[in-house]
Protein backbone atom coordinates (compact mmCIF):
# COMPACT_ATOMS: atom_id res chain seq x y z
CA UNK A 1 0.00 0.00 0.00
CA UNK A 2 1.45 3.43 -1.27
CA UNK A 3 1.17 6.51 0.61
CA UNK A 4 -1.99 8.92 1.09
CA UNK A 5 -2.05 12.01 -0.47
CA UNK A 6 -4.12 14.61 2.24
CA UNK A 7 -5.02 18.42 0.70
CA UNK A 8 -4.25 20.00 3.42
CA UNK A 9 -6.23 23.33 2.44
CA UNK A 10 -9.22 21.10 0.77
CA UNK A 11 -11.98 18.69 2.97
CA UNK A 12 -11.76 16.57 0.52
CA UNK A 13 -8.53 13.72 0.11
CA UNK A 14 -7.11 11.68 -2.55
CA UNK A 15 -5.29 8.23 -1.53
CA UNK A 16 -3.64 5.34 -3.39
CA UNK A 17 -2.97 1.93 -2.74
CA UNK A 18 -2.26 -0.91 -5.20
CA UNK A 19 -3.38 -4.23 -3.34
CA UNK A 20 -1.88 -6.37 -6.23
CA UNK A 21 0.04 -6.05 -9.39
CA UNK A 22 -1.81 -4.40 -12.50
CA UNK A 23 -4.46 -3.09 -10.01
CA UNK A 24 -4.41 0.77 -8.41
CA UNK A 25 -7.14 0.97 -5.60
CA UNK A 26 -8.32 4.83 -5.63
CA UNK A 27 -9.21 6.22 -2.19
CA UNK A 28 -11.26 9.28 -1.95
CA UNK A 29 -12.51 11.01 1.46
CA UNK A 30 -13.95 13.97 2.35
CA UNK A 31 -16.52 16.42 0.70
CA UNK A 32 -16.08 16.44 -3.30
CA UNK A 33 -18.72 19.18 -3.86
CA UNK A 34 -17.88 22.62 -6.00
CA UNK A 35 -17.10 24.21 -2.84
CA UNK A 36 -13.99 22.07 -2.51
CA UNK A 37 -10.64 22.05 -4.09
CA UNK A 38 -11.00 19.54 -6.02
CA UNK A 39 -7.72 17.86 -6.87
CA UNK A 40 -6.19 17.39 -10.01
CA UNK A 41 -6.74 14.45 -12.23
CA UNK A 42 -3.26 14.24 -13.07
CA UNK A 43 -2.25 13.10 -9.91
CA UNK A 44 -3.44 10.00 -10.51
CA UNK A 45 -1.73 9.77 -13.88
CA UNK A 46 1.57 10.00 -12.54
CA UNK A 47 0.57 7.87 -9.68
CA UNK A 48 -0.08 5.43 -12.15
CA UNK A 49 3.15 5.96 -14.39
CA UNK A 50 5.12 5.85 -11.36
CA UNK A 51 5.16 2.11 -10.95
CA UNK A 52 4.65 -1.00 -12.50
CA UNK A 53 1.93 -1.15 -15.27
CA UNK A 54 -1.54 -0.98 -14.33
CA UNK A 55 -4.57 -2.54 -15.97
CA UNK A 56 -7.35 -1.98 -13.42
CA UNK A 57 -8.24 0.49 -11.84
CA UNK A 58 -10.87 0.28 -8.61
CA UNK A 59 -12.56 2.93 -6.17
CA UNK A 60 -12.82 3.05 -2.46
CA UNK A 61 -15.57 5.70 -1.11
CA UNK A 62 -16.72 4.47 2.07
CA UNK A 63 -15.36 7.69 3.68
CA UNK A 64 -16.98 10.18 1.17
CA UNK A 65 -19.25 12.34 3.47
CA UNK A 66 -20.71 14.29 0.50
CA UNK A 67 -20.75 14.65 -3.41
CA UNK A 68 -22.16 16.48 -6.13
CA UNK A 69 -21.63 17.46 -10.12
CA UNK A 70 -17.78 17.75 -8.80
CA UNK A 71 -17.27 14.55 -8.15
CA UNK A 72 -18.80 13.25 -11.36
CA UNK A 73 -16.60 15.82 -13.82
CA UNK A 74 -13.68 14.25 -11.74
CA UNK A 75 -14.28 9.92 -12.49
CA UNK A 76 -15.50 11.62 -15.85
CA UNK A 77 -11.68 12.47 -16.96
CA UNK A 78 -10.06 9.37 -15.18
CA UNK A 79 -12.60 7.19 -17.06
CA UNK A 80 -12.44 8.70 -20.60
CA UNK A 81 -8.14 8.63 -20.10
CA UNK A 82 -8.31 5.00 -18.68
CA UNK A 83 -10.43 4.12 -21.43
CA UNK A 84 -8.21 5.68 -23.96
CA UNK A 85 -4.88 4.01 -22.21
CA UNK A 86 -6.57 0.34 -22.65
CA UNK A 87 -7.37 0.27 -18.25
CA UNK A 88 -10.10 -1.67 -17.30
CA UNK A 89 -12.01 0.91 -14.42
CA UNK A 90 -14.40 -0.71 -12.04
CA UNK A 91 -16.91 1.65 -10.75
CA UNK A 92 -18.50 -0.92 -8.18
CA UNK A 93 -17.19 0.55 -5.08
CA UNK A 94 -18.55 4.51 -5.86
CA UNK A 95 -21.60 5.45 -4.44
CA UNK A 96 -25.00 4.07 -6.14
CA UNK A 97 -26.40 7.42 -7.27
CA UNK A 98 -22.89 8.05 -8.87
CA UNK A 99 -22.97 4.45 -10.64
CA UNK A 100 -26.11 5.53 -12.05
CA UNK A 101 -25.33 8.34 -13.29
CA UNK A 102 -22.02 7.04 -15.03
CA UNK A 103 -24.18 4.57 -16.56
CA UNK A 104 -26.49 7.02 -18.32
CA UNK A 105 -23.88 8.83 -19.60
CA UNK A 106 -22.66 5.91 -21.45
CA UNK A 107 -25.77 4.60 -22.52
CA UNK A 108 -26.63 8.22 -24.33
CA UNK A 109 -23.79 9.26 -26.31
CA UNK A 110 -22.79 12.92 -27.05
CA UNK A 111 -24.10 13.82 -29.80
CA UNK A 112 -21.61 14.59 -33.16
CA UNK A 113 -21.19 18.57 -34.00
CA UNK A 114 -22.83 19.51 -30.78
CA UNK A 115 -18.50 20.66 -28.98
CA UNK A 116 -17.08 22.50 -31.47
CA UNK A 117 -12.82 21.08 -31.82
CA UNK A 118 -10.37 23.67 -30.54
CA UNK A 119 -7.39 21.89 -31.03
CA UNK A 120 -4.58 23.50 -33.48
CA UNK A 121 -4.49 22.68 -37.02
CA UNK A 122 -1.84 23.12 -39.64
CA UNK A 123 -2.21 26.33 -42.59
CA UNK A 124 -2.58 23.87 -45.47
CA UNK A 125 -5.17 21.35 -43.12
CA UNK A 126 -7.10 24.43 -42.66
CA UNK A 127 -7.16 25.71 -46.50
CA UNK A 128 -8.10 21.94 -47.25
CA UNK A 129 -10.39 21.58 -45.22
CA UNK A 130 -12.58 24.77 -46.38
CA UNK A 131 -12.30 23.68 -50.12
CA UNK A 132 -13.38 20.61 -49.40
CA UNK A 133 -16.03 22.35 -47.31
CA UNK A 134 -16.94 24.87 -50.66
CA UNK A 135 -17.48 22.14 -52.70
CA UNK A 136 -19.74 20.06 -50.81
CA UNK A 137 -21.45 23.40 -50.14
CA UNK A 138 -21.76 24.44 -53.52
CA UNK A 139 -23.27 20.70 -54.32
CA UNK A 140 -25.79 21.09 -51.39
CA UNK A 141 -26.61 24.59 -52.95
CA UNK A 142 -26.79 23.04 -56.53
CA UNK A 143 -29.16 20.68 -54.97
CA UNK A 144 -31.41 22.75 -52.83
CA UNK A 145 -31.73 25.00 -55.77
CA UNK A 146 -32.98 22.13 -57.87
CA UNK A 147 -35.52 21.20 -55.49
CA UNK A 148 -36.85 24.75 -54.89
CA UNK A 149 -37.61 24.92 -58.61
CA UNK A 150 -39.77 21.17 -58.60
CA UNK A 151 -41.80 22.66 -55.68
CA UNK A 152 -42.49 25.23 -57.88
CA UNK A 153 -43.16 23.59 -61.02
CA UNK A 154 -45.35 20.98 -58.69
CA UNK A 155 -47.40 24.33 -57.61
CA UNK A 156 -47.76 25.90 -60.73
CA UNK A 157 -49.25 22.82 -61.85
CA UNK A 158 -51.59 22.51 -59.10
CA UNK A 159 -49.96 19.26 -57.04
CA UNK A 160 -48.30 21.45 -54.31
CA UNK A 161 -49.01 19.86 -50.78
CA UNK A 162 -49.07 22.84 -48.06
CA UNK A 163 -51.57 25.27 -46.04
CA UNK A 164 -53.14 28.50 -47.96
CA UNK A 165 -52.85 29.71 -44.07
CA UNK A 166 -49.26 29.58 -43.86
CA UNK A 167 -48.86 31.56 -47.37
CA UNK A 168 -51.24 33.90 -45.46
CA UNK A 169 -49.10 34.02 -42.22
CA UNK A 170 -45.68 34.48 -44.01
CA UNK A 171 -47.04 37.15 -46.37
CA UNK A 172 -48.42 39.10 -42.86
CA UNK A 173 -44.88 38.55 -41.62
CA UNK A 174 -43.05 39.89 -44.74
CA UNK A 175 -45.37 42.43 -45.44
CA UNK A 176 -47.42 44.44 -42.73
CA UNK A 177 -45.53 43.50 -39.62
CA UNK A 178 -42.16 44.86 -41.56
CA UNK A 179 -43.56 48.41 -42.52
CA UNK A 180 -42.50 49.84 -39.35
CA UNK A 181 -38.56 48.80 -40.03
CA UNK A 182 -38.62 49.41 -43.78
CA UNK A 183 -40.22 53.28 -42.84
CA UNK A 184 -37.19 54.17 -40.96
CA UNK A 185 -34.57 53.07 -42.89
CA UNK A 186 -35.81 54.03 -46.18
CA UNK A 187 -36.55 57.56 -44.87
CA UNK A 188 -33.04 58.13 -43.13
CA UNK A 189 -31.26 56.44 -46.46
CA UNK A 190 -33.56 59.40 -48.92
CA UNK A 191 -32.77 61.92 -45.97
CA UNK A 192 -29.04 61.14 -46.02
CA UNK A 193 -28.78 61.21 -50.18
CA UNK A 194 -30.74 64.50 -49.99
CA UNK A 195 -28.02 66.06 -47.58
CA UNK A 196 -25.15 64.83 -49.18
CA UNK A 197 -26.23 65.78 -52.50
CA UNK A 198 -27.33 69.17 -51.13
CA UNK A 199 -23.81 69.66 -49.73
CA UNK A 200 -22.22 69.42 -53.24
CA UNK A 201 -25.29 71.39 -55.65
CA UNK A 202 -25.20 74.30 -53.57
CA UNK A 203 -22.12 75.52 -54.41
CA UNK A 204 -23.65 75.39 -58.00
CA UNK A 205 -26.85 76.74 -57.31
CA UNK A 206 -28.63 73.61 -58.48
CA UNK A 207 -30.67 72.78 -55.07
CA UNK A 208 -33.57 71.47 -57.23
CA UNK A 209 -31.30 68.43 -58.93
CA UNK A 210 -31.61 67.19 -55.10
CA UNK A 211 -34.89 65.62 -56.08
CA UNK A 212 -33.51 64.21 -58.85
CA UNK A 213 -30.70 62.69 -57.22
CA UNK A 214 -32.89 61.16 -54.61
CA UNK A 215 -36.25 59.97 -57.11
CA UNK A 216 -33.46 57.86 -59.32
CA UNK A 217 -31.14 56.88 -56.43
CA UNK A 218 -34.12 55.28 -54.64
CA UNK A 219 -37.18 53.74 -56.90
CA UNK A 220 -33.70 52.40 -59.33
CA UNK A 221 -31.51 51.35 -56.58
CA UNK A 222 -31.21 52.24 -52.75
CA UNK A 223 -35.05 51.20 -52.17
CA UNK A 224 -34.77 48.06 -53.49
CA UNK A 225 -31.07 47.38 -51.72
CA UNK A 226 -32.20 48.80 -48.42
CA UNK A 227 -35.32 46.31 -48.72
CA UNK A 228 -33.51 43.72 -49.77
CA UNK A 229 -30.79 44.10 -46.42
CA UNK A 230 -33.68 44.08 -43.86
CA UNK A 231 -35.47 41.31 -45.21
CA UNK A 232 -32.15 39.24 -45.30
CA UNK A 233 -31.30 40.40 -41.23
CA UNK A 234 -35.16 40.34 -40.28
CA UNK A 235 -36.95 37.41 -42.26
CA UNK A 236 -34.20 35.54 -43.64
CA UNK A 237 -32.58 35.06 -40.13
CA UNK A 238 -35.66 33.90 -39.01
CA UNK A 239 -36.54 31.14 -41.69
CA UNK A 240 -33.18 29.86 -40.99
CA UNK A 241 -34.12 29.92 -37.36
CA UNK A 242 -37.72 28.19 -37.82
CA UNK A 243 -36.49 25.73 -40.10
CA UNK A 244 -33.45 25.07 -38.28
CA UNK A 245 -35.17 24.41 -34.55
CA UNK A 246 -37.77 22.04 -36.69
CA UNK A 247 -34.67 19.84 -37.80
CA UNK A 248 -33.08 20.47 -34.18
CA UNK A 249 -37.14 18.63 -33.01
CA UNK A 250 -36.38 16.47 -35.65
CA UNK A 251 -39.95 17.68 -37.27
CA UNK A 252 -38.61 17.83 -40.60
CA UNK A 253 -37.84 14.08 -39.98
CA UNK A 254 -41.11 13.39 -38.82
CA UNK A 255 -42.66 15.18 -42.15
CA UNK A 256 -40.55 12.57 -44.75
CA UNK A 257 -41.36 9.54 -42.28
CA UNK A 258 -45.38 10.93 -43.35
CA UNK A 259 -44.34 11.37 -46.92
CA UNK A 260 -45.13 15.04 -46.57
CA UNK A 261 -42.60 16.84 -48.90
CA UNK A 262 -40.33 19.62 -46.34
CA UNK A 263 -39.79 21.63 -49.35
CA UNK A 264 -43.29 21.75 -50.35
CA UNK A 265 -44.65 22.50 -47.04
CA UNK A 266 -42.19 24.53 -45.47
CA UNK A 267 -39.80 26.11 -48.06
CA UNK A 268 -42.74 26.78 -50.80
CA UNK A 269 -44.71 28.92 -48.75
CA UNK A 270 -41.95 31.01 -47.56
CA UNK A 271 -40.57 31.58 -50.70
CA UNK A 272 -43.67 32.70 -52.01
CA UNK A 273 -44.59 34.81 -49.92
CA UNK A 274 -41.42 36.61 -49.32
CA UNK A 275 -41.27 37.63 -53.29
CA UNK A 276 -44.61 38.73 -53.38
CA UNK A 277 -44.10 41.25 -50.56
CA UNK A 278 -40.66 42.08 -51.97
CA UNK A 279 -41.84 44.19 -54.81
CA UNK A 280 -44.54 45.60 -52.62
CA UNK A 281 -41.83 46.58 -50.09
CA UNK A 282 -39.99 48.21 -52.21
CA UNK A 283 -42.50 50.48 -53.82
CA UNK A 284 -42.92 51.52 -50.39
CA UNK A 285 -39.35 52.20 -49.51
CA UNK A 286 -39.33 54.39 -52.39
CA UNK A 287 -42.08 56.40 -51.50
CA UNK A 288 -40.68 56.75 -48.14
CA UNK A 289 -36.97 57.77 -49.33
CA UNK A 290 -38.41 60.50 -51.24
CA UNK A 291 -40.36 61.81 -48.49
CA UNK A 292 -37.28 61.95 -46.70
CA UNK A 293 -35.45 63.98 -49.43
CA UNK A 294 -38.72 65.87 -49.46
CA UNK A 295 -37.99 66.64 -45.72
CA UNK A 296 -34.42 67.95 -46.37
CA UNK A 297 -35.56 69.99 -49.86
CA UNK A 298 -38.30 71.73 -48.04
CA UNK A 299 -36.75 72.69 -44.40
CA UNK A 300 -32.70 73.40 -45.56
CA UNK A 301 -33.18 73.68 -49.50
CA UNK A 302 -36.04 76.24 -49.04
CA UNK A 303 -38.19 74.49 -52.45
CA UNK A 304 -41.39 74.49 -52.75
CA UNK A 305 -43.18 71.55 -52.17
CA UNK A 306 -44.61 71.26 -55.95
CA UNK A 307 -41.03 72.07 -57.41
CA UNK A 308 -39.49 69.22 -55.42
CA UNK A 309 -42.22 67.00 -56.65
CA UNK A 310 -42.14 68.03 -60.47
CA UNK A 311 -38.59 67.80 -60.39
CA UNK A 312 -39.16 64.32 -59.22
CA UNK A 313 -42.08 63.49 -61.69
CA UNK A 314 -39.96 64.80 -64.93
CA UNK A 315 -36.93 62.69 -63.17
CA UNK A 316 -37.79 59.00 -63.06
CA UNK A 317 -38.86 57.12 -65.51
CA UNK A 318 -41.40 54.03 -65.78
CA UNK A 319 -37.66 52.14 -66.45
CA UNK A 320 -36.28 53.35 -63.34
CA UNK A 321 -39.27 51.86 -61.69
CA UNK A 322 -39.56 48.57 -63.48
CA UNK A 323 -35.99 47.73 -62.58
CA UNK A 324 -36.50 48.62 -59.12
CA UNK A 325 -39.04 46.20 -58.81
CA UNK A 326 -37.83 43.81 -60.82
CA UNK A 327 -33.96 44.12 -58.32
CA UNK A 328 -36.80 43.72 -55.63
CA UNK A 329 -38.50 40.45 -56.91
CA UNK A 330 -35.04 38.90 -57.19
CA UNK A 331 -33.99 39.94 -53.71
CA UNK A 332 -37.22 38.57 -52.49
CA UNK A 333 -35.83 35.06 -54.10
CA UNK A 334 -32.37 35.57 -52.90
CA UNK A 335 -32.84 36.52 -49.25
CA UNK A 336 -36.12 33.28 -49.30
CA UNK A 337 -33.15 30.91 -50.69
CA UNK A 338 -30.64 31.93 -48.30
CA UNK A 339 -32.59 31.60 -45.16
CA UNK A 340 -34.37 28.54 -46.01
CA UNK A 341 -31.15 26.60 -47.74
CA UNK A 342 -28.71 27.29 -44.44
CA UNK A 343 -32.27 26.38 -41.87
CA UNK A 344 -32.42 22.96 -43.66
CA UNK A 345 -28.73 22.73 -43.23
CA UNK A 346 -28.38 23.56 -39.89
CA UNK A 347 -27.40 20.58 -37.60
CA UNK A 348 -28.88 18.89 -34.32
CA UNK A 349 -27.80 21.64 -31.79
CA UNK A 350 -28.79 24.64 -30.40
CA UNK A 351 -25.44 26.54 -31.25
CA UNK A 352 -26.29 25.16 -35.02
CA UNK A 353 -29.57 27.01 -34.41
CA UNK A 354 -27.42 30.18 -34.26
CA UNK A 355 -25.09 29.56 -36.45
CA UNK A 356 -27.56 28.86 -39.51
CA UNK A 357 -29.19 32.30 -39.03
CA UNK A 358 -26.08 34.29 -39.33
CA UNK A 359 -25.00 32.43 -41.98
CA UNK A 360 -28.44 33.07 -43.78
CA UNK A 361 -27.84 36.74 -43.21
CA UNK A 362 -24.71 37.17 -44.97
CA UNK A 363 -25.21 34.51 -47.55
CA UNK A 364 -28.20 37.07 -48.09
CA UNK A 365 -26.61 40.16 -48.29
CA UNK A 366 -23.67 38.50 -50.35
CA UNK A 367 -26.49 37.69 -52.76
CA UNK A 368 -27.91 41.07 -53.17
CA UNK A 369 -24.72 42.97 -53.64
CA UNK A 370 -23.90 40.13 -56.16
CA UNK A 371 -27.43 40.44 -57.94
CA UNK A 372 -27.28 44.19 -58.12
CA UNK A 373 -24.08 44.29 -59.70
CA UNK A 374 -24.97 41.67 -62.19
CA UNK A 375 -28.21 43.55 -62.77
CA UNK A 376 -26.35 46.84 -63.41
CA UNK A 377 -24.05 46.01 -65.82
CA UNK A 378 -26.62 44.12 -67.90
CA UNK A 379 -28.55 47.32 -67.67
CA UNK A 380 -26.30 49.23 -68.77
CA UNK A 381 -25.06 47.00 -71.79
CA UNK A 382 -29.09 47.45 -72.44
CA UNK A 383 -28.96 50.74 -72.11
CA UNK A 384 -31.80 51.22 -70.11
Known amino acids: MTDIKDMESAPCNLGFARPDDGTLLIRLAGNWTLGSEIPPADDIRKEIESGPRITHIAFDTKEVEDWDSALLTFLTRIIDRSSRDGEVVDTKGLPEGVQRLLALKAAVPEKKGVRKETGKTSFLSRVGGEAIDFCRSTGEILAFIGETFMAFGRFLGGKARFRGSDLTVVMQECG??????????????????????????????????????????????????????IMAGRTGAAFAAQLGTMGVNEEIDAFKTMGISPMEFLVLPRMLGLTLMMPLLCLYADLMGILGGLIVGVGMLDLNVME???????????????????????????????GCLRGMQCGRSASAVGDAATSAVVTGIVSIIVATAIITVVCNVLGI
Open 308 to 338: YYNQTMASVSLNDLFIGLFQGMVFGVLVAVA
Open 176 to 229: IQALPIVSLISLLVGLILAFVGAVQLMMFGAQIYVASLVGIAMVRVMGAIMTGI
